[in-house]
């Protein structure tokens, strides 16, 4: 089975911390992404990444940095934490290109950290 | 206007009854439809997808693509309180592995025994 964990289930920062969010998959996984999830916005991807050093931004990636040293893990930085960013955050990983074109490959996700930044 | 358009309910059903779950999208360029589903408390896992226009079935669950209409539906029969959760439709252009997801909002979904 696929495990994707995530280093905390619940975390409380202060405006201006600096926060270490970290996601590992145990499965050889090239893909990983981070998505953060709000009521009524769904999920919004904040960055991925398709190999290990390289990174790409995703749909929000203001005020947030990634970092990926090794393949199975991917940080996801808030370099100055701010309320706004209180909110549900998902690490996801995948295989790379799917076999056959009718074929996908499914992104696996974590439990989630819920980050609340007072 | 969202790309993807989901109702967010909350939707309640009693048991046994069909539910039918939808999405509506912008992009003609999607090609890759997936649903997923989202316990309290956990994350996303995977319960279908479908490659382009059509109707793929697996146990009680039926996904159907409309490409022509933009319009994506899940369909559960005989449902099961073990079904209450969020539901999410998610859709893709490519496969190529590193290809972002575009999620709608979530339908909360509840089974009444």
């Known amino acids: 089975d696929v495990k994707v964990t995530q280093s905390s289930r619940y975390l409380v920062k202060r405006t201006g911390e600096k926060v270490f969010l970290e996601c590992v998959q145990d499965m050889d996984h090239e893909n990983m992404f981070w998505y953060r999830q709000d009521p009524g916005l769904g999920l919004r991807l904040i960055y991925f990444?398709?190999?290990?050093?390289?990174?790409e931004k995703g749909d929000i990636p203001e005020g947030y940095s990634v970092s990926r040293e090794k393949k199975e893990r991917f940080s996801l930085i808030l370099e100055s934490a701010s309320t706004n960013q209180t909110s549900m955050y998902l690490c996801a990983s995948s295989r790379g290109l799917a076999p056959v074109q009718s074929s996908y490959n499914e992104q696996f996700f974590g439990p989630g950290t819920r980050l609340t930044v007072l | 206007q969202k790309e993807v358009e989901q109702d967010p309910g909350p939707l309640s059903v009693p048991e046994g009854a069909i539910v039918s779950l939808n999405c509506t999208y912008s992009?003609?360029?999607?090609?890759?439809f997936m649903w997923y589903r989202q316990y309290s408390r956990k994350g996303p896992e995977l319960l279908m997808y479908?490659?382009?226009?059509g109707n793929k079935e697996d146990g009680r669950f039926t996904a159907q693509v409309d490409k022509s209409s933009k319009y994506i539906s899940l369909f559960i029969r005989d449902s099961q309180p073990s079904d209450s959760a969020t539901y999410l439709c998610?859709?893709?252009?490519?496969?190529?592995?590193?290809?972002?997801?575009?999620f709608g909002t979530g339908t909360r979904l509840t089974i009444i025994p």
């Open positions: 998610a859709m893709t252009i490519s496969n190529f592995g590193n290809e972002k997801l575009t």
């Open positions: 992009n003609s360029a999607f090609q890759y």
């Open positions: 990444s398709y190999d290990v050093k390289m990174k």
């Open positions: 479908t490659y382009s226009s």
